[in-house]
Each structure stands twice: as structure tokens, then as C-alpha cells.
């Protein structure tokens, strides 16, 4: 059996962090979660992880610019940003940045997995 | 501008509202920038505690900075919500699953638990914050207090073209009281008299307000009449309950607020109707000493 498809999430709420991991573990996918952008791109390398699941407003490297970063060193990784700032600007820079989806928190489950799967997919499809 | 750095140069000294911010070990859900920004401007309304003065800028910014208050609790609240929805539907998965995991199960809703505790305290650190500032009650005149709150609401007069009649004799009895609270009730008076005329299109645009001393109750009332449409009969029980409001992006707060802090003062607050129409509220409080309230009647009646 393959490795099950590894999916980061990137937030500073513990609370919230925790429980997106959750999420994706019931779905017998691994999770990775990280406190700030920097940590995430400490640990990123190409080919490690298969979704990516990040706030925006974080200390530090925000998440547009995390979304940047991750663009400039040529990854394909999709990136589903879920964020408590209801902000049309932010929708659309990080929508025209390529992300993957744009949630507010709080999201709903169905529509986050959903988005999940479908990258997931996306990327198997890329390989 | 000078004033507006004043008040960013007395940050340090009212450094209370971080406690709102502080999260949970790095749970913290304002961050960087941003999270200053906000609480500067919070911090900057704080550390004036609503001198009024005469200045644009501060009303502007004390108005602005209320409104990113609001923001702000509404994000950090949002937090540990979002958490306990997704460990909530979490736990129904877990639940729907042939290899029902209990332990799981059980995580996730001591989780669920703790960010409901999370956000209480969120709401308690906020009415903490509110009660530090905690009520000065001193001898206060009412009629400064009318005028200084005119100060804050002369802009928005001037612009829906709203005539201001005032009737005040000096100086009127004192009474015992928080100066800034106080001023809130009529500011808030104040602005919703404009709101109300400046929700429909009608000829005469007037506010008027008056002090007048009451000797035979050893009371000072405030008195606020617009020439708006006044309160439809069905909703004068209503008018002071906290989130009812009939404005578009309204929170209802406003006249709920003046009641609590009339009634902290030993007061009371009443709205009805003014027969020549306009809706009419008044503040009474108790006078300071009954002496200077039965020695002087303020002003001839202003029509109540």
C-alpha cells in the first residue's frame, strides 16, 4: 500500500491547528502542522508533502507570503488557504497568487474535505 | 496629527488591552502588524479615555477605533469557535466510522470543551477591561457634559444639515457621576436623535437639547428631542434592550448602554413621543445636594 498522501497545515492557533490535523487524520491522511510559515518552509521539500492547509494572518511571514515563497522555489504543492479575515482583497490576491481554495473560518468540514480530495487528485493527476 | 501621536506616545502607560490578545501558549489569533495596528488604535482611545477636546481627528479616531475593536473581539472570538465546529464535525466522523475510536472521540471533545472555556475568557478578559476602567464618580455638572458631548457629534450635525437648539442655564446643579460615562449616554442620545433624522426626508431637521434642574424631584434632567419620526407605539418597550435596533448595520448597543450607566448612577431613562412629534428621551439623575437643586429652577421648561 502506498504512503497515505501527507497534508501540512500551517496556523497559529493551537486550538485550531490541532483541529484541522484531526480532521485530516480521520481521513487516514497524514498531517504535519506547523505554527509559522518559517517552520513550514523549514521543513518543505519538494515532493514531501501533497496538500498544504495554512492561515493567513500569522507571526511572522504571513501566508501570502508563504504562498509567494513557496511559488519562487517551484512548487506545484496546492495550497488551501482557511482564514478567520473576511477580506474580498486578500480573496482575490491569494486566489490570483494560485491558491488551490479560499475558506473562512469557521469552515465547514464538507467543504474543506472536498477541497482536500479534489487537490489531492489534481496533484496525483500532475504526476 | 499632533494629537493623534500624543495619544500613540501614551501607549505604554495603557498597555491593558494585550491581555485581550493574548491566546493560548502560541495560540495567539492577532498577529504581527496587524494585531499592533488594532490595538494602537484601541489603545489610543483607551489612553485618552475619551477627552473629548474639539479636535476632528480624535472624534474621527475614537469612532473608527471603536469600530476596530469590534473587528478585533469578533477575530479573536471566531478562533476558538472555528475550532470547536471542526472538532465537533470531526468527532461525527470519528462517530460514523466502523473503528469507532473512543479515545478520539473523547480528545477531541475536552478540546472542544477547552476552546468554549477559551472563548469565555475571551468575553470575560473584554468585560474585565471594561470594569478597570472603572467608574470615577465625582461632582459633575451636566451642562459641561452636554457640551462636551456636542463637541463630538457637532460634525455629524453639520453634515445632515441638522439646527441645534440649546437650553441650558448656568450653572446648573451638580450631580454625582463618571464625567466619560456620562458623556457617552448623551453622545449616544445624540446620535441616534440624528440617525432618526437622517433616516427620512423631512423639512424640519432639529435636535434640541436641555438641562433643566428639577426641585421638586431634587433631580437634573437631559433632555434630548428630535423632528425625526419618533417611536412607533409597538416598539417603546423595546428601545433600550440590548441588540435591538431598527438601523441598517446597527448593533442596538447604543441606548441599552445609556440605561445601565443612567441606572449605575441611581438614575432613570425614558423615551416617548413629543406631542408636536419627534421622538424625546430624558435622563434624570439624583442632584447633588438638595440645597442647590431647590435654590434655582435652570431653565424655563423645555417643553417635556
Not at chain 1, 18 to 33: K, P, Y
Not at chain 1, 72 to 83: Q, R
Not at chain 2, 30 to 54: I, N, V, W, Y
Request: net charge negative; aromatic share 4%; glycine share 6%.
Amino acid at each position: 500500500m502506498p504512503n497515505p498522501p501527507v497534508i501540512a497545515v500551517v496556523d497559529d492557533d493551537e486550538a485550531m491547528r490541532l483541529a484541522l490535523s484531526e480532521l485530516v487524520e480521520v481521513l487516514s491522511l497524514t498531517c504535519r502542522d506547523f505554527d509559522r510559515a518559517e517552520a513550514f518552509l523549514a521543513a518543505y521539500e519538494p515532493q514531501v508533502f501533497d496538500c498544504l492547509i495554512t492561515d493567513l494572518s500569522l507571526p511572522g511571514m504571513c501566508g501570502l507570503e508563504l504562498q509567494r515563497k513557496l511559488h519562487a522555489l517551484g512548487s506545484s504543492m496546492p495550497i488551501i488557504v482557511v482564514t478567520a479575515t473576511s477580506n474580498p482583497m486578500l480573496r482575490t490576491r491569494a486566489l490570483e497568487n494560485g491558491a488551490f481554495a479560499y475558506l473562512e473560518k469557521p469552515v465547514k468540514d464538507k467543504v474543506l474535505v472536498g477541497h482536500i480530495m479534489s487537490a489531492l487528485r489534481e496533484g496525483e493527476a500532475q504526476v | 496629527m499632533s494629537k493623534t501621536r500624543l495619544h500613540e506616545s501614551e501607549l505604554p502607560m495603557r498597555s491593558r488591552e494585550r491581555s485581550v490578545h493574548k491566546g493560548h501558549g502560541n495560540g495567539s489569533s492577532f498577529t504581527g502588524r496587524e494585531r499592533k495596528d488594532k490595538g494602537a488604535e484601541f489603545a489610543a482611545l483607551a489612553a485618552s479615555r475619551m477627552q473629548p477636546g474639539d479636535d476632528p481627528v480624535h472624534s474621527l479616531l475614537y469612532h473608527r477605533a471603536l469600530g476596530e475593536l469590534a473587528t478585533l473581539i469578533a477575530h479573536e472570538i471566531r478562533q476558538p469557535l472555528s475550532a470547536i465546529v471542526t472538532n465537533g464535525e470531526t468527532s461525527l466522523r470519528w462517530m460514523s466510522r466502523d473503528d469507532l475510536n473512543a479515545e478520539k472521540v473523547r480528545n477531541l471533545t475536552s478540546r472542544m470543551v477547552a476552546s468554549a472555556r477559551r472563548a469565555n475568557d475571551i468575553v470575560q478578559r473584554i468585560l474585565d477591561m471594561a470594569a478597570d476602567d472603572a467608574p470615577r464618580h465625582i461632582p459633575v455638572d451636566l451642562s459641561d457634559v452636554v457640551e462636551e458631548a456636542l463637541l463630538l457629534v457637532r460634525h455629524d450635525l453639520e453634515s445632515e444639515g441638522i439646527e441645534l437648539s440649546l437650553l441650558i442655564a448656568r450653572p446648573s446643579p451638580e450631580v454625582l457621576g463618571d464625567r466619560i460615562q456620562l458623556q457617552q449616554v448623551v453622545v449616544n442620545l445624540l446620535s441616534n436623535s440624528i440617525q432618526a433624522i437622517a433616516q427620512v426626508r423631512c423639512a424640519k431637521r432639529q435636535v434640541s437639547v436641555s438641562v433643566e434642574a428639577q426641585p421638586e424631584t431634587s433631580a437634573v434632567t437631559v433632555a434630548v428631542r428630535d423632528s425625526g419620526p419618533g417611536i412607533p407605539d409597538s416598539l417603546r418597550d423595546c428601545v433600550f434592550q440590548s441588540f435591538f435596533t431598527t438601523k441598517a448595520g446597527g448593533m442596538g448597543v447604543g441606548l441599552a448602554l445609556c440605561e445601565s450607566i443612567v441606572v449605575a448612577h441611581g438614575g432613570t431613562i425614558a423615551a416617548s413621543n413629543h406631542c408636536e412629534g419627534g421622538a424625546l428621551f430624558s435622563v434624570s439623575l439624583p442632584a447633588l445636594s438638595d440645597e442647590v437643586c431647590a435654590g434655582r429652577s435652570a431653565v424655563p421648561s423645555a417643553g417635556a
